[in-house]
């Protein structure tokens, strides 16, 4: 069974780092992409970017470029998302996706992420 | 960037209603659509992709049409479970853009 796992809800204060991660199993990690989607309270979703397990080659949306880093270490089949120093407007739901082809076929289950002094 | 536009933001309809969603491309995306249904608290599920192709295991009253810029998602007898929103996903060039959603009440 396909499975993308997602690290727990985390709470920081505005200028702090953090990286929250992916990890998953039932599959061959390597073979496929994985996206990041952003979702604010109440509101839609926001394409991130995309990494390959395999080689680390990463793209992201030019929306999102400069202010994450999105990494992955295939030794241990997780994916990574990560931000240096943290604003209050980075307060969202994070969803990491399989991509399969042209589709996003499975989604991690989500962390929530709150910024706030 | 696309920018994907859909229609309705928000409707209400009754169990046994056929729905109709629609979603409209900036630019020609051929046929790189897919659909996302998202219950509250959950992640989103892949629906529909490639603008018709039913996702193995979702029920064959939804089903989507159109290519170009102009996409439809149809759920042909509304069940209480499909309250939900709903979103379109332009998979044609980086970075794959969403509409803005819409949301189904039953």
């Known amino acids: 069974e396909v499975q993308l796992v997602q690290s727990g809800a985390e709470v920081r204060e505005p200028g702090e780092s953090l990286k929250i991660s992916c990890k998953g199993s039932g599959y061959s990690f390597t073979s496929y992409w994985i996206g990041w989607v952003r979702q604010m309270p109440g509101k839609g979703l926001e394409w991130m970017g995309i990494i390959h397990p395999r080689d680390s080659h990463t793209t992201y949306s030019p929306s999102f470029e400069g202010q994450v880093t999105i990494s992955a270490d295939k030794s241990v089949s997780t994916a990574y998302l990560q931000w240096s120093s943290l604003e209050a407007s980075d307060s969202a739901m994070y969803y990491c996706?399989?991509?399969?082809?042209?589709?996003?076929?499975?989604w991690g289950q989500g962390t929530l992420v709150t910024v706030s002094s | 960037d696309i920018q994907m536009t859909q229609s309705p933001s928000s409707l209400s309809a009754s169990v046994g209603d056929r729905v109709t969603i629609t979603c409209r491309a900036s630019q020609n995306i051929n046929i790189y659509l897919n659909w996302y249904q998202q219950k509250p608290g959950k992640a989103p599920k892949l629906l529909i992709y490639a603008v018709s192709s039913l996702q193995s295991g979702v029920p064959s009253r939804f089903s989507g049409s159109g290519s170009g810029t102009d996409f439809t998602l149809t759920i042909s007898s509304l069940q209480p479970e499909d309250s939900a929103s709903y979103y379109c996903?332009?998979?044609?060039?980086?970075?794959?853009?969403f509409g803005q959603g819409t949301k189904l009440e039953i």
């Open positions: 996903q332009q998979s044609y060039t980086i970075p794959y853009t």
């Open positions: 996706a399989r991509r399969n082809g042209g589709t996003d076929d499975y």
